[in-house]
């Protein structure tokens, strides 16, 4: 057929093609979603938990009923294979879930539809994007375009934990030459950042006794590496001037603005301060807490293992939010800055101090020579680095030819002209190596992932589809 003949019908028959397949589909997705797939212990046979294997095989069989060979690996993830040829392109979806939560008007795994949204757990994340993808190339399939490589839809089952799906499978399964993930937003998200966390620990305590009149008995704040901390707490034994103490603490909060408050348990003075908290790719948005509270504490003389603690914030913690402090600062045009959150500080008088940092990183920055250069930096200082996690940036160029048609394609189908974007945060595309991510959330959705009544109206679940065809059409069909 005429190459430009073809495209026009395309053009006509992306979305009508798709309203012909509508019940169906919905009907296929109320049947996964009314599965329970939220990770459980190891079982025999299914390593996340018998729900993750349900709905695993559920979206296989959809591709064996429909004549497609599939594959299962280690019943964490498997493929329903489209077109053939040398060339492969992935899909990459999961149908792994959170839990529920609380707040529910209705059962999480028994979806309902009003106002024309379908309510269910994992409707947005990502049951309902993997979905829309399956029918993009069922019906591409169906209707009878040709693949001009193999296209292979790749389902995950441990997206929201640990990633063994993904592991296990490009373990045995070969890595497609190209893809993407339907489980984040439009239009495109083309770069994501390094994501590394660490403890910077208080390795040489002195233990000799100090006659200091404040001693820092406790400090803790924060309980998630990606969370900034919106609260902070420090005991300190106070021996003399506990009223110039408090009032110097008044003082600090109305200067910062801060929430605070104190309590005198004889001669203990308990120091609490509220923050606000912001996700730890962004800790410019928060405020947090413990370092708030650190700067108090750096205006106390304390004892000498209290002092080094804050002495040490001070030169490295508190306003490193780019990483400056570190010597990490880096810049990438598209990637932005480095970001540092800390987002847990503990002390104890016994233990000593400890700072969970999670600093995220740009393409660019070479963070192994980073680290060793900090952690040679701050052994003067007494401190030590521990538990390094370190994910590298994941970026494909925004000329990339993957990059230009699937948001040629997205634009096609609405009137969104913003371009292809970076994040701080993950998506599963990183686990392809030349992947993006791409949908479905559109420009207007509101973000029910991970939260009760998680929803997606059926118009945009259209919509995601036509344009997962469209782009399908556009990368994978023999014109
Ligand atoms: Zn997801």
Known sequence: MDKSL???????????????????????????????SVKGEPVKDAPVGEGPKKALEFMIDLGAKAGLPTKTVDNLAGH??????EGLFGVLGHVDV????????????????????IIARGVQDDKGPTMAAYYALKILHNEGYKFNQR???????????????????????????AGFSPDAEFPVIHGEKGITSFNIVQSNLDDEYTDSDIELKA???????????????????????????????????????????????GGFLKLELSGKSAHGSTPEEGVNAGTELLKFLSEIELDANGSQFVKFAQEYIIGNLT????????????????????????????????????????????????????????????FAIEDVSDQKPHYVDKNDPLVLTLLESYRKHTDDDREAFTIGGGTYARTLETGV??????????DTMHQKDERMNIDELMLATVIYLEALYNTCVEK
Request: charged share 25%.
């Open 323 to 382: 990483g400056g402090q570190f010597n990490m600062a880096h810049h990438h045009e598209e990637m932005g800055n480095v970001s540092v959150n800390t987002g847990m500080i503990n002390y104890t008088e016994v233990d000593g101090g400890i700072f969970g940092v999670n600093l995220r990183y740009p393409a660019g920055l070479d963070f192994d020579a980073g680290i060793k250069n900090l952690e040679a930096m701050i052994k003067e200082s007494g």
């Open 437 to 446: 991510a791409f949908g479905a959330m559109f420009k207007n959705t509101v």
């Open 219 to 265: 400090f803790i704040s924060g309980e998630r590496y990606n969370m900034v901390p919106e609260s902070a707490e420090a005991k300190l034994k106070v021996l003399t001037q506990m009223s110039s103490i408090i009032q110097a603490y008044e003082g600090f909060i109305r200067k910062t603005g801060n929430e605070g408050s104190y309590e005198i348990d």
């Open 151 to 177: 296209v292979r839809l790749i389902i995950g089952t441990d997206e929201e934990s640990d990633w063994q799906c993904t592991d296990a499978y490009f373990k045995s399964e070969e890595m497609p030459d």
């Open 80 to 85: 329903i294979e489209f077109g053939g040829g």
């Open 98 to 117: 959170v839990p529920p939560g609380k707040g529910w008007t209705s059962d999480p795994f028994e979806p309902v539809i009003r106002n024309n949204e």
């Open 6 to 36: 073809l495209m026009e019908l395309m053009n006509m028959e992306a979305q009508q093609l798709v309203s012909k397949y509508k019940d169906d589909l919905i009907n296929d997705l109320m049947g996964l979603l009314a599965i329970d």
